[in-house]
C-alpha cells in the first residue's frame, strides 16, 4: 500500500484552452446572423482544470498540495493552457501533466445579455505511450488525501482509465469524488474491489442520474425533477450498480437552480436517506456565467469534505470559508447524527455555494470565498426528505 500523502489529485483528461466570445451588453445570440464582440477573452477549460482552480480560490497563496492528472497538447493552445495553469497554480500543480503530440481543444461560449451558448471542439487522440507515461506518473507519487475524476475521456483511453487512476492513486484514507458518466462501471466496481478503498461520493447532475439509471425525466435538463422521478432514479441506479454497496458514501445530486439533493447510502443493506438542500438565489438583474459552476460545486464539496473529515482546515480552506463550514455542520446534526455522514451532507451544502458564487465571476470556475460566505449563510439547512 502506499503512503498517504497530503497531495489532492484533480484527474482532468479532456482538458481545452477556453475562449469567451463576449456579446455586447444588449445582444442576444441570433443563429444565422452576424455577431460582432464586444471582447474576447481565454482562459482554462476542462472539468478537471476547472476544479483545481476553484480550489485555489479557497486557498489562495498556500502549498495546497494540488495536482492536476491530465493530457496538455504540446501546439498552440496546448502552450497557452499549460502556462496558464502554471501561473494559476504553481508549477508544482503539473507534476502529473503530460504532454501530448495532439494539440488542445478549444472551446467557445458565446455569452450574451439572455444566455450563454457553449461550442464544444473534439479532443485529439491520446497514445498508448501517452497513457503509460500519465500511469508511471501516478506510480511515482503516494496516495492521496483527496481524489477528485471529472468529465469525459478524449479518445484514445479505454473504458478502464478511470478505474487504473484510481486504483494507481486512492488508498483507506483517500476521500474520492467523482464527477464523470465515463468508465463508470468499471471504475465502481474497482472501487468495491480494491481493499484499501476509502469513501466516495458520486457527484451527478438530475437528468445524467436518470440516464445512468434508465429512468425519465419528464422535464428539460434545464427543468426541475420530480420528487417521485428522483427516487425512482436513485433506486435504480443502486440496482443497476450494486457492485458500488460498498464504495459510495451517497449520491450528491444537482439540478441547476432547483434545490440539490444528497442520497445517503447504508452499505449494509438497501436503505437510502435522501437530504433536499437549498441553492442559492442570485440576482436576475446582474449578469451570470454559469460555465464551469457544476465543477464548482465539485471543487468546493471535496475541499470541505476534506476538511470535516480531518477536522483541519489545513492549506484547503480560508479561515472565514471554514468557520461557517463549522457552523453548517453544527446546524445539520439535528437531522444527521452520524458525523461522517453529516460531513459529506455539509461539504455538499458548502460546494453548492460555491457554484452559485462562481456564477458571479466571468472566467469559468473561479470564485470569491466571501461570496460562498455571504450565499451560505443565507440558503439554510438540509431538510431531511425520505429515509
Known amino acids: 500500500m502506499k503512503a498517504m500523502s497530503a497531495t489532492k489529485i484533480i484527474v482532468g483528461l479532456n482538458g481545452a484552452l477556453q475562449k469567451r466570445f463576449i456579446l455586447p451588453d444588449d445582444g442576444i445570440l441570433v443563429p444565422g446572423n452576424v455577431h460582432r464582440a464586444a471582447s474576447i477573452q481565454t482562459g482554462v477549460g476542462g472539468k478537471g482544470q476547472d476544479v483545481a482552480i476553484a480550489m485555489n480560490c479557497l486557498a489562495p497563496d498556500s502549498d495546497s498540495g494540488l495536482k492536476l492528472a491530465q493530457f496538455v497538447g504540446c501546439g498552440s493552445s496546448g502552450n497557452s493552457v499549460y502556462d496558464l495553469l502554471k501561473d494559476i497554480l504553481g508549477e508544482s500543480a503539473l507534476d502529473l501533466t503530460v504532454r501530448t503530440k495532439e494539440d488542445t481543444r478549444i472551446c467557445t461560449s458565446i455569452v450574451a445579455s439572455d444566455e450563454t451558448t457553449e461550442l464544444v471542439e473534439p479532443s485529439g487522440l491520446i497514445s498508448g505511450e501517452e497513457m503509460d507515461e500519465l500511469l508511471v506518473k501516478l506510480n511515482g507519487i503516494d496516495a492521496a488525501s483527496a481524489l477528485c475524476i471529472m468529465g469525459s475521456m478524449p479518445p484514445g483511453c479505454d473504458e478502464e482509465t478511470y478505474a487504473k487512476i484510481y486504483d494507481r492513486s486512492a488508498s483507506t484514507e483517500t476521500l474520492c469524488l467523482v464527477d464523470s458518466v465515463a468508465g463508470v462501471e468499471s471504475l465502481l466496481?474497482?472501487?468495491?474491489?480494491?481493499?484499501?478503498?476509502?469513501?466516495?461520493?458520486?457527484?451527478?447532475?438530475?437528468?445524467?442520474?436518470c440516464k445512468l439509471a434508465g429512468s425519465k425525466k419528464s422535464s428539460s435538463e434545464a427543468g426541475g425533477i420530480t420528487f417521485e422521478e428522483l427516487t425512482e432514479a436513485i433506486k435504480l441506479f443502486r440496482e443497476k450498480y450494486s457492485t458500488s454497496r460498498n464504495a459510495l458514501v451517497g449520491l450528491a445530486i444537482t439540478d441547476g437552480r432547483h434545490p440539490g439533493y444528497f442520497a445517503a447510502f447504508d452499505k449494509n443493506g438497501d436503505d437510502t436517506v435522501l437530504y433536499k438542500l437549498p441553492v442559492p438565489v442570485l440576482d436576475p438583474g446582474k449578469p451570470l456565467f454559469p460555465i464551469g459552476a457544476g465543477d464548482a460545486v465539485a471543487g468546493g464539496t471535496l475541499a470541505a469534505w476534506l476538511c470535516l473529515t480531518n477536522d483541519d482546515k489545513s492549506t484547503t480552506l480560508l479561515d472565514d470559508c471554514w468557520s461557517v463550514l463549522q457552523e453548517q455542520m453544527k446546524a445539520n446534526k439535528?437531522?444527521?447524527?452520524?458525523?461522517?455522514?453529516?460531513?459529506?451532507?455539509s461539504a455538499f451544502t458548502f460546494g453548492l455555494a460555491c457554484g452559485s458564487a462562481s456564477c458571479l465571476q466571468e472566467e469559468n470556475s473561479v470564485l470569491d470565498p466571501e461570496d460562498v460566505v455571504d450565499l451560505l449563510k443565507k440558503i439554510g439547512n438540509a431538510e431531511l426528505v425520505s429515509a
Open 334 to 345: 439535528g437531522i444527521i447524527s452520524d458525523p461522517s455522514m453529516n460531513a459529506a451532507v
Open 189 to 209: 466496481a474497482k472501487m468495491d474491489s480494491k481493499k484499501d478503498s476509502g469513501p466516495s461520493i458520486f457527484k451527478v447532475n438530475a437528468s445524467e442520474l
